[in-house]
């Protein structure tokens, strides 16, 4: 659609700059060669080893969650699940064609990959090619970019969401057209539904705005953002109702957590990695660092979009959680465009100096995209052998060894709710699984909405089942606290070892097994 033209030579004195870098196309033939090689690489680094490690609890709880029917899935999306709840739609679709690990992870790889372009658009729209296609390498090879393209969860997503969101907030600041406006409104409101931080994008949006030396743009965003806001009316509804409770195990944060979140969040390559990335972000705020509280033109003002977007939501979240806390770093990966957007344009202002020596300046910039790749890569290679985010439990392993080891009148009883749903999608893959029997949490025949949030076993429940059944599996994971087990695990205990003659313990990663038995 044709772009609103300006009115006014005044207008066109603060015009901001146009798309076109040097009237080249937007899409060259090596521009497309490139990011066609690098989606290669990136497909295969995102489907090694994909199928290696377990299901953890929140991957089992999204696949659990889809298999519900239409009226528990849309039950729990209401009352306890809203966040992702564009994720888990399209995975109840994807879920239909197949139910093996590496398939339902796959669908996370889709918009990880179709991040490439979007990201160099961006890149292309802010600065030029060459930093669009910089950061098009560094989001390739990164680590935590990888990790989460492995996870049948909505990361990726929401990623992919967020860079379409500030790609048409850019192209519209640029163009002003009709069409940029419903994209920038449409991808926000998506990106939101994806994963409810991504409020915190359109919030540095609407705060970097407030520094662009362009009153008339604010004027005509307002009714963009009034739009974005009815549309997430719904999920800020979610929110206000609901509350957090079910973060309520994250830890308040401090300063540790900040320094946990840049390892994780530069891709796991240790301090070194955090330095370089620290050292170009510098590079490209250093040298406007004293106009930083003033209205600026576009050449000033695309540093302090990318530098709002990448601190902002951490700063926030950060203050608001010393009150209560939802700082988990994996939530903060919308701020990993921002990160490498800024570091390449740090590498191409620094090289772009030096121009009078253009083959020491090639030079230079090929030994720091190399540091930069090497780095990453060592932590790729590290997540593959181990996460470095989560400690993730060995559903897989627990539950092949309950379906080996069980006979016909064994029950089963789960110390935390959500631990059955790995359980439950590791039993459906062996379709002669019959036994044990669930017998808490357990509201029907098939799981409902109430199986997911059943809170701790009854009283009342645990006596019964220490009278009633001859050999129980309990199920114990995250149980540990700094004083010891947590409250549920001494009750079961206090409950069972009067009732059983012989207990026991088998161990995988964070999950314990407990077999009584009376004889």
């Known amino acids: 659609m044709k772009a609103i033209e300006p009115t006014s030579d005044l207008h066109h004195a603060h015009a901001v700059p146009a798309p076109r870098v040097g009237g080249e196309p937007r899409w060259p033939p090596y521009v497309m ?53 564009l994720y888990y739609l399209l995975l109840r679709a994807w879920e239909q064609f197949g139910h093996s690990e590496a398939y ?120 963009s953002w009034r739009k974005i806001a009815v549309a997430i009316l719904p999920a800020l509804i979610f929110i206000a109702t609901t509350g957090t409770g079910l973060l309520s195990w994250i830890a308040r944060p401090g300063l540790t957590a900040v320094k946990a979140a840049a390892l994780e969040i530069t891709g796991n390559g240790g301090g070194w990695l955090v330095v370089a990335y620290g050292a170009a972000c510098l590079a490209t705020v250093l040298p406007d660092r004293r106009r930083w509280f003033q209205r600026v033109p576009w050449e000033m003002w695309r540093y302090r979009f990318l530098l709002i977007w990448l601190l902002f939501p951490i ?8 009150l209560k806390p939802l700082f988990l770093p994996r939530y903060f990966i919308l701020v990993l465009p921002a990160l490498i957007l800024l570091a390449a344009s740090g590498l191409e202002r620094v090289i772009s100096g030096r121009r009078a020596q253009s083959s ?50 064994d029950v ?72 010891g087990v947590d409250p549920v695990t001494k009750a079961l205990d206090s409950e069972f070892q009067q009732n059983y003659g012989s207990v026991q313990v088998i161990r995988f990663p964070e999950i314990e097994l407990r077999k009584y038995d009376r004889k």
């Not at 089992?60 to 519900?68: D, F, H, N, Y």
């Not at 700063?315 to 010393?322: D, G, H, N």
């Not at 985010?389 to 539950?399: F, K, L, S, V, Y």
């Open 33 to 85: 060669v490139a990011l066609a090689v690098l989606t290669v690489i990136a497909a295969l680094l995102r489907f090694h080893a994909i199928a290696d490690k377990s299901f953890w609890t929140d991957e089992g709880t999204s696949i659990e969650l889809v298999r519900l029917d239409w009226y528990n899935f849309l039950r729990i999306l209401w009352r306890r699940e809203g966040n992702m709840s």
């Open 104 to 223: 339902l992870r796959s669908l996370s790889i889709l918009p990880a990959l179709a991040t490439l372009p979007a990201l160099y658009a961006l890149g292309r729209r802010l600065f030029n090619s060459r930093v669009g296609l910089m950061a098009v390498l560094l989001l390739t090879v990164n680590a935590y970019h990888v990790r989460y393209s492995q996870e049948a969860r909505s990361y990726t997503l929401y990623v992919f969401l967020c860079v379409l969101s500030s790609l048409y907030f850019v192209e519209y600041l640029q163009e002003q057209s009709r069409r940029a406006r419903v994209l920038h409104v449409l991808f926000s409101a998506l990106a939101v539904y994806a994963h409810f931080f991504a409020a915190l994008l359109i919030a540095a949006q609407w705060l970097s705005l407030r520094l662009l030396d362009r009153r008339d743009l604010q004027e005509q965003m307002r009714d």
């Open 412 to 483: 089963i009883i789960f110390h935390q709710a959500m631990g059955r749903m790995p359980y439950e999608y590791y039993r459906s893959l062996d379709v002669e699984a019959t036994v044990p029997t669930v017998v808490y949490p357990f509201h029907g025949a098939r799981l409902t909405y109430r199986d997911f949030y059943a809170g701790r076993p009854p009283d009342d429940f645990l006596l019964r089942a220490a009278r009633d059944y001859r050999r129980v599996w309990l199920v114990l994971s995250h149980n540990r606290t700094a004083a």
């Open 315 to 322: 700063a926030v979240m950060f203050l608001i959680s010393q």
């Open 360 to 409: 020491a300046s090639q030079g230079l910039m090929a030994g720091a995209l190399a540091l930069f790749v090497l780095l990453s890569l060592r932590g790729d290679l590290a997540y593959y052998r181990k996460d470095f985010d989560i400690a993730r439990e060995d559903w897989r392993g627990a539950t092949h060894y309950i379906l080996a080891n069980s006979h016909p009148d």
